[in-house]
T-cell receptor, first 114, second 117 residues
C-alpha cells in the first residue's frame, strides 16, 4: 500500500513569509505527527493529530500550527518564517489506537529560509 | 535537556562482523524504546522496538537489549552487511493510558553506521 506522502519535497522562502506543508498518511491511519529535523537539534516533535484533534504538542512557538482533515490528511503551517526554521519537516502516521511508538515516516519537506 | 543520547556520532564496521550501537536515556517514564534507520533523502524507517518490561527483543539479524537500571539500550546487528550503512536513531516513548503522548517520540542525535565490504 502507498506510504506517507509529503508535499512539496523542497521549497525556498524568505524571512517573514509563511509556509504550508501537506501530509497524506497511509490509508487507514488516523494519527499524524510532525517532526522537525535540524543538524543541531536532531528530530524534534512538533504535534500530533488524531481524528481532526490535536492530541499532543511539543515545545515550539505558536508560529507553528497544524490541522487535520476528515480524511486524515494533515497540514502544518509556519508563519513569520525565521532563518532558524530551515529544516527537514517530517510527517509520520500510525493507526493511533495504541501508543507503541511505531511510526511510518514520509520522505520529508525540506524548507530553506533565506 | 537531552533525554535520549547517542554518544557515538559514527561507527565503522567490517562486513560480517557485529555492529553495536548504544543509547542512553534519562527519563524513567519511557515505556517503549525503538530504533529507526534512515537513508539519505528518505524518512526514518522503523527497525525494532522493545517494551520496558523486557530486556531483549530479536528480529532476524537485529537484537535490542535494554538495561533499565543503567538506563541504557543497545542495538546489535549480526552479521553486518553493506546495506546496513545508514543513520540509526534511538527513540523513546511514554506509553500512557491518557493518550497525551501519542505520536511523540524523543530521539537521540543518531549514529552513522558504515559497513565496509
Amino acid at each position: 500500500k502507498a506510504g506517507v506522502t509529503q508535499t512539496p519535497r523542497y521549497l525556498i522562502k524568505t524571512r517573514g513569509q509563511q509556509v504550508t506543508l501537506s501530509c497524506s498518511p497511509i490509508s487507514g491511519h488516523r494519527s499524524v505527527s510532525w517532526y522537525q529535523q535540524t543538524p543541531g537539534q536532531g528530530l524534534q516533535f512538533l504535534f500530533e493529530y488524531f481524528s481532526e484533534t490535536q492530541r499532543n504538542k511539543g515545545n515550539f512557538p505558536g508560529r507553528f500550527s497544524g490541522r487535520q482533515f476528515s480524511n486524515s490528511r494533515s497540514e502544518m503551517n509556519v508563519s513569520t518564517l525565521e532563518l532558524g526554521d530551515s529544516a527537514l519537516y517530517l510527517c509520520a502516521s500510525s493507526i493511533g489506537a495504541v501508543n507503541t511508538g511505531e511510526l511510518f515516516f514520509g520522505e520529508g519537506s525540506r524548507l530553506t529560509v533565506l | 535537556d537531552q533525554q535520549v543520547k547517542q554518544n557515538s556520532p559514527s561507527l565503522s564496521v567490517q562486513e560480517g562482523r557485529i555492529s553495536i550501537l548504544n543509547c542512553d536515556y534519562t527519563n524513567s517514564m519511557f515505556d517503549y524504546f525503538l530504533w529507526y534507520k534512515k537513508y539519505p533523502a528518505e524518512g526514518p524507517t522503523f527497525l525494532i522496538s522493545i517494551s520496558s518490561i523486557k530486556d531483549k527483543n530479536e528480529d532476524g539479524r537485529f537484537t535490542v537489549f535494554l538495561n533499565k537500571s543503567a538506563k541504557h539500550l543497545s542495538l546489535h546487528i549480526v552479521p553486518s552487511q553493506p546495506g546496513d550503512s545508514a543513520v540509526y536513531f534511538c527513540a523513546a516513548s511514554v506509553g500512557d493510558a491518557g493518550g497525551t503522548s501519542y505520536g511523540k517520540l524523543t530521539f537521540g542525535q543518531g549514529t552513522i553506521l558504515t559497513v565496509h565490504p
